[in-house]
Every structure is written in C-alpha cells, then in structure tokens.
C-alpha cells in the first residue's frame, strides 16, 4: 500500500463552477478526514468519517460543502458554485482507529485554485 | 478555544547546526503532534507525545512535551539539507473527537549548505 492518494494533485476552476476531490484512504483504515489549509496556516479540520458514516462536520464546512464516503473507503468532497475564498489545499487523512494513540496519515493534497 | 503558537515563524541555518522549534499552547496538551510538510505537500508524521515530561526521538529529531503539558519543542541535532521543511504542531481538542487537530501555523525551516 503506497499510503493515502488524492486526485487530482492541481485543480483549476472559474468561480462559480463545481469541483470534486477523491481521496483513497490506506486500505485497513476505518477513519478518514478532510482538512483545508491556506498559504502560511496550518491545516483546518473539515470532517471525518467511520467507515461510511460521517460523524462530525466544521462550522467551515459551509452547505456548498458535501463530502461523502458511500463504501466506507474512498471519499469525495464536492464543492458546488466555487468562490475564490475557497481557494486552498485540500487534505485528506486516514488513520485505524484503535486506541487513544490516534496517527493521522495525510495524502499530498489537491490544490484548489478558484479563479 | 484552543490555539497553538509556534515559534519562530521561519528559521534559517547552516548545515551541521542544531536548532530548536517551539509549540506553546493556550490550554493543557492532551494530545501533541508533530508534523513535516514540504512546500505543497501533505504532512508526514513525527511523533506523538501525551504525557508531561515525555521525549521521543527519532534520528536526529526529538520532541519533548514539557511537564505542565503546554509546551513542546522539536530539537533537531546536526541539521542536513533534507530537514529542510515546514514543521507543524498540532494537538487534540479536548472533547474533540479524535483526529480533529487543531494545528499551529507552521516553522519554516531552511539549511543552507
């Protein structure tokens, strides 16, 4: 297993438009999260997922936002009438969730660019 | 709420010099991380620390959690090119579920050769 992947790496979109990401946890993983990050920050939790239920989301995950997780293996985040403050690197995690000692692993993001 | 301050901002260094990064936080630490991120890339994981007092090292890297559990600091020994990267910080939210970090903003670190 080559760890977590993200698809596409760069997305380019007019504001306006809708984008959607696909994220493909590590295989044995039953958690998988989305975080945003802006230049110069650190990441932003968005949501995350056990196995296909999604159990928590942020106050930043506004109604345009959608992230699903229907087999409870890959995700994808949809963002509808793209804004240019949605702009950002979009990062998911995954992690197998056994105890307290929780190790997030994140893939390498997709870069969102709202034009 | 709780925030994570990380100092300094950016650091520069020759190659061979050990240097230090710092992770403040404005509430007790239930859960620290650390974190690597290459410019536009993901973050690769460090270590975890939980228990005041706690070190770990790996390699040339140890982080310490300071006994109050509000402080840690990332000690890198005899720096090399490849720690070149963005160090980042991040801790659990306390009743928070699990994985939902909140995270510094991040030491920029470059080794000159």
């Known amino acids: 297993d080559t760890g977590v992947s993200q698809n596409p790496r760069h997305k380019i979109t007019k504001r306006g438009q809708n984008v959607t990401f696909r994220c493909d946890p590590i295989?044995?993983?039953?958690?998988l999260y989305w975080y945003r990050q802006t230049l110069g920050q650190g990441p932003e939790f968005l949501t995350y997922?056990?196995?296909?239920?999604?159990?928590?989301k942020s106050r930043l995950l506004s109604d345009r936002f959608s992230a699903e997780r229907p087999k409870g293996s890959f995700s994808t985040l949809e963002i509808q009438r793209t804004e240019q403050g949605d702009s950002a690197m979009y990062l998911c995690?995954?992690?197998?969730?056994?105890?307290?000692?929780?190790?997030?692993?994140f893939g390498s993001g997709t870069q969102l660019s709202v034009l | 709420s709780q925030e994570l301050e990380q100092s300094p901002q950016s650091l520069i260094v020759q190659e061979g010099k050990n240097l230090t990064i710092n992770c403040t936080s404005s509430k007790t630490l239930y859960g620290l991380y650390w974190y690597k991120q290459k410019y536009g890339e993901g973050l690769i994981f460090l270590m975890m620390l939980q228990k005041g007092g706690e070190e770990k090292s790996h390699e040339k890297i140890t982080a310490k959690l300071d006994e109050k559990k509000q402080q840690s600091s990332l000690h890198i020994t005899a720096s090399q090119p490849s720690h070149a990267g963005i160090y980042l910080c991040g801790a659990d939210i306390p009743g928070g579920s699990q994985g939902n970090l909140i995270f510094g903003k991040g030491t920029k670190l470059s080794v000159k050769p």
């Open positions: 995690a995954s992690s197998l969730a056994l105890d307290s000692n929780e190790k997030l692993f």
């Open positions: 295989s044995e993983h039953n958690r």
């Open positions: 997922f056990q196995n296909e239920a999604q159990l928590e």
